[in-house]
């Protein structure tokens, strides 16, 4: 397992967990959100192959309302 | 055809709509629709799977003609907006990006400066930079030339619906920009916007007018008219104002009888 810091809280995954299966953990298809693992942007087709590591930090963000 | 030009874009609509404070996102879909808006306004948030209904991409997506304008909101640097403009444009695919860094929550004033550099970095990188501003005039052409698509004063302190208390600074700003003018925050009623227009500015960006009105709909639509009114009587060229009554009939005619 590993911890990684998912929206500023812990989160516990299998090992070689992707971006991919993180989102299916969390409940959603990634369509209507960016991703960043460590301040890096990880665009859709990179998902799948894109290996979290023990400690990342990680941003999932959406548009929500806003003037 | 009268269009507002932002860059390479154009649009028929000069309001701007923005998506927070809707009491759902049904509401808000029905008041962009009402508005006519083309160019609607949204914000970053962290995803929350217990608040996943607050996504409005998918929403969003239902409406046709629709361009997003994401803002920096919660930024309190430049390099903080930047970072969201990048990550923004990367769900968007739009150009555009209103940035906006108010670093205190009791006034919620822009920060000149983050502001300004925040602007410089974006512009530089081929963003179609929409910076919401303080109604400063210096700011303001300092943003234009470093390559801004527009300025976006404010006509009050956001939420506020104090309508138009800048107007003095609007108009030097007005008169003294190469790029459209567009105020953002503060307006509460129609005849404002209509106002707003006919000082000359090129759009009005509205978003608590309509999501606190009693029927959000209804005064989106109320907006158009009044921007749509404003804006043709700047073009139809308003009278000259005289320190003194000018009769419109004889005065004469009666007296001779």
Known sequence: ?????????????PADSTVSDLLSIVGSDGKSLAVVVN???????????????????????????GG | MDLLQLGSYT?????????????????????????????????LR?????????????????????????????????????????????????????????????????????????????????FLVMPYIAADPVLAKRLEEVGCASVMPLGSAIGSGQGLATSEMLNIIIRESGIPV????????????????????????V???????GNPPAMAEAFAEAVVAGRKAIRAGLMEKSGSAVATSPLTFLGTL
């Not at chain 1, 397992?1 to 995954?13: A, F, K, P, R």
């Not at chain 2, 309001?15 to 508005?35: E, H, P, Q, Y």
């Not at chain 2, 930024?75 to 907006?81: G, I, R």
């Not at chain 2, 009791?106 to 925040?118: G, K, N, S």
């Open chain 2, 182 to 205: 567009i105020v953002d925050a503060g307006l509460r009623s129609p005849s404002e916007a209509a106002h707003a227009m006919e000082m000359g500015c090129a759009a009005v960006l």
């Open chain 1, 1 to 13: 397992m590993i911890t990684i810091e998912l929206n500023g809280q812990q989160q516990t995954l």
């Open chain 2, 46 to 126: 962290r995803f929350n799977r217990e608040q996943s209904e607050d996504d409005l991409f998918g929403p969003l997506l239902t409406l046709e003609g629709i361009t997003l304008m994401p803002n920096t909101s919660g930024a309190s640097t430049a390099a903080e907006a930047v970072r969201a403009a990048h990550i923004a444009r990367e769900l968007s695919g739009s150009p555009f990006i209103k940035v906006e860094i108010h670093p205190n929550p009791q006034h919620l004033m822009p920060d000149p400066i983050e502001t300004f550099e925040a602007s410089r970095i974006l512009a530089k990188e081929g």
């Open chain 2, 207 to 213: 978003n608590s007018a309509v999501a606190a009105a």
């Open chain 2, 11 to 43: 649009f028929s609509s000069r309001l701007i709509l923005g998506t927070g404070k809707f009491s759902n996102s049904t509401v808000m879909l029905d008041a962009v629709r009402a508005s006519g808006a083309q160019l609607v306004t949204v914000a």
């Open chain 1, 39 to 65: 301040e890096q942007i990880i665009r859709p087709e990179k998902r799948s192959a894109h290996k979290l590591q023990e400690g990342d930090r990680v941003e999932l963000l959406m548009f929500a309302g």
